[in-house]
C-alpha cells in the first residue's frame, strides 16, 4: 500500500499543479478539450471544473468555463445539419455536472437558466427506462442515464439549499423547477433498478444478456447513491428509500431498498476488483466518439462510496496504478493504454474524483475513530461458497457474488490439508484425523490451517477469506470445508484472470 499513501499523501500537491496547468491552457472561448491542444467540448470542460474546485480556484477562469457551458449546451445539442455536433444526451449531462460544480456560482449569469434548458430536453427526450445515447434511438443507454440521475441528484439538492421561493438568473424558480427534477429521477432511479442483474452488477448493455461491466456499475451505484444521500429542505431524506422492483430484464425482479442496492454494487466491485483495478473499459455504445471509462479510478471511487476503506488491500493495484500514471512534466496524469500513456483531461478527472472520495472518506473515519472503523471496514470476509480440487496443487475458490472461481495454488503440504478434508465423507474432520492422516502431530494442524487460509486471502487480493473453519466434529475440534453445506458448485467454472 506504499503507493497508495504516497499518492494520497502527494494528491493536494498534484491537484494545485494539474490546476495550474489546466488554467494555462483554458481555450480562449472559456472551455477545454481532451488534451491541452484539444477543441473546447461541454464534456471536458465539464471535468476540468471539478479539478479547479479541488485545488481551491474559482474567480474568473470558472466564470468563463460556466459562460462557455451555457452557450454551448444548447448549442452544442443540435442536429449536426444544423450546426450542432449531434443531440447526444451526454452533453446534457456532462453540461450540467459542470453548471453544478461550483454551487456558490449558481447564481452567475446564464447558470440556472442554463439547468432547466437542460431539465426541460430530459423531459422531451424521455425513453423507456431511462434516456437513450443519442436521440432516435429507443435503447437506454446505462451509461447515459446513470449519469442523467447523478446530476438530477445534485440539482434537486442545490434547489433545496437555496431553499423555496427563490428567483434565480433568467427567471428560474426553484420551486417550480424541484418539481419538474423529481419526476425525472424517479424515472430514471425506475430504469437502472430494472436492468439490475441479481448478482448486484449492471452489464454493459441493456436489455440483452451480456458480461457485467464494472465501469456501468460503478455509473450506477454512484447515481444511486447521490439520489438517497440527499436532505430535503426541512432535514429530511430528500428521497424516500422504500422496497423498490430491482431487476426484471434478466428474470424475476426482486424487493430492494437503494442503500441494499449500492452496497450490494459496492461488495460486487471489490469481489472482482481484478477486473478493473488496472483497465480502462470500452464504451461501443457511445456514437462519434471512441469513449473509455477510467475503470481503475471510477471503480475505486464508487467502491469507498459505497463503504469501502480506501486502505481495503483489494484497492491497493488501482491506487498505485494512480500514483504511477502522475507525469510530473505535463503536470498531469496520464491514461494507460496500450497505445502508449498520454496526459489526458478524462484521467485527470477521474483520478481527482477518485482521490477526493478517498480522502473525504478517510476523514470521517478519522472523527469517528479511525482504528476501529478501519478493521471494521477491512474486516468484512469473503463469503466462500465453492470448492473444488484442480490439477496439480490448485484449488479452485468461489465466492459469493463474485464472478468465476479464483485460483489457488499451494505447497504440496497445503494441498494436502484441504485434500484429506476435502475427500472426508461427512461435513468435516476431527484434528486428530487429519494429523494421523498427513503422519503429523495434531498440535501442527491449526499453523496449517492459518497458512492455508492467509494463501486463500492473497488470491483474492488480500481480502479476509477462511476455506477451512474451526468446527465440532464427531464431538472433537475438527475442521469442515467452507461452502460445504452451499448448494452444489459448478467444478467447470474457470479460474477468474485478471
Known sequence: MKSAHAGLAAFEIRAGEAARTLLHNQGYDGGWGLTLTSVSSIVNTSEVLPILRAAGIAGQPVRQGLDFLTGAIPKHSRPRPKGGRGEHTRFIAFGLAGL???????????????????????EDHQVDHGWPEVLGLDDTSLH?????????????????????????????????????????????????LYHRRPSGAWGWRTYIDTDPSPSKTALCLLALSAVCAGTGPGGEPAYRDDLREAGGVHGSAQQKRLAEVVTEAGQWLLHNHHRWETFVEDDTDVQGTAWEH??????????????????DPRLAKAWKLMN??????????????????????????????????????????????????????TSAEMVIVGVALGPGRTVLVGARDSEGSVACELSERLFDVVKVVHDAPGAGLATERIAATLYVAPSSVPKYVQR???????????????????????????????????????????PATG
Open 100 to 122: 453544478l460544480s461550483h454551487p456558490r456560482f449558481f447564481h452567475h449569469d446564464g447558470v440556472a437558466e442554463a439547468a432547466a434548458w437542460c431539465v426541460g430536453w430530459l
Open 294 to 311: 477510467m475503470a481503475y479510478a471510477l471503480c475505486a471511487q464508487a467502491a469507498i462510496r459505497a463503504g469501502a476503506s480506501p486502505r
Open 452 to 494: 492455508l487460509n492467509q494463501a486463500v486471502s492473497a488470491a483474492f487480493g488480500g481480502a479476509p477469506a477462511r476455506l477451512l473453519l474451526a468446527d465440532t466434529v464427531d464431538g472433537a475440534s475438527g475442521y469442515r470445508l467452507a461452502g460445504r453445506q452451499a448448494a452444489a458448485y459448478d467444478v467447470a467454472r474457470s
Open 324 to 377: 504511477d500514471l502522475w507525469d510530473p512534466e505535463a503536470g498531469l496524469w496520464n491514461e494507460p493504454g496500450a497505445s502508449g500513456k498520454r496526459a489526458t483531461i478524462r484521467a485527470a478527472y477521474y483520478t481527482v474524483s477518485a482521490y477526493e472520495e478517498a480522502m473525504k472518506r478517510l476523514a470521517r473515519m478519522n472523527i469517528a475513530g479511525s482504528t476501529s472503523e478501519d478493521a471494521s471496514e
Open 144 to 192: 447515459q442515464t446513470a449519469l442523467v440521475v447523478h446530476r438530477l441528484a445534485e440539482l434537486r439538492d442545490a434547489l433545496h439549499d437555496f431553499g423555496p421561493g427563490l428567483f434565480l438568473s433568467g427567471g428560474v424558480e426553484t420551486d417550480s423547477l424541484l418539481e419538474r427534477v423529481v419526476p425525472l429521477i424517479d424515472h430514471g432511479v425506475h430504469g437502472l
